[in-house]
């Protein structure tokens, strides 16, 4: 049960209960012993781990052993890999995935149309895992939205601006200044992090 008071604080914070509510649910009279498991100085037994579990509403395997949890994570839409498009933002569904997230709302997935990236194995048809941030690394992928269109491209900045690389000698690259930036603007959502490939 290595780094279990670890995740017993992780999955209180997760369910947003404190100490107080926790010890209340429980049936203790005050927050010191859920304290002290979260310390590390005293550990909870099997059925109060049990309890904890329903009221974490996380499996034993994740919160006890440190499993990796099972998530649901949604497709929320179109991306080109191509000329930008409109970004929808309707969900198209979800895929399961057993990955170690500390915040499933922190990804996830858009289908592919196009072939702008088909040299990095992002074909038509395909659907990107994406972990939702602001900045990612020069020459990682990523979903930028330009103005109210999505594209997704390889990105390096610049002090001039930003440039958005395909993978495809077919296409070309597009570039926007800082003042396009700003105007249009142009917003990196998030780093492409695994791909769903359609077999067809």
Known sequence: ??????????????AHLNQNEVADLLG???FTTIQKWEDGTS?????????????????????????????????????????????????????????????QSDYFYLKVTGDSMKDARICDGDEILVQSQNQIENGQIGVILVGEEATVKRVYQTKKGIRLVPANEDYQESQYSIQEIESLPVLILGKVIANRIDIK
């Open 28 to 30: 203790y009279k005050s």
């Open 43 to 103: 550990q909870p037994s099997i059925d109060i781990l049990d309890k904890l579990c329903d009221l974490y509403q996380v499996p034993f395997e994740v919160l006890v052993n440190g499993a990796p949890p099972i998530v649901n994570i949604p497709i929320l839409g179109v991306v080109r890999g191509g000329t930008p498009i409109y970004a929808s933002q309707e969900i198209l569904g979800t895929h399961v995935e057993n990955l170690s997230l500390i915040d």
């Open 1 to 14: 049960m290595k780094n279990l008071p670890k995740r017993l604080k992780l999955y209180r914070r997760r």
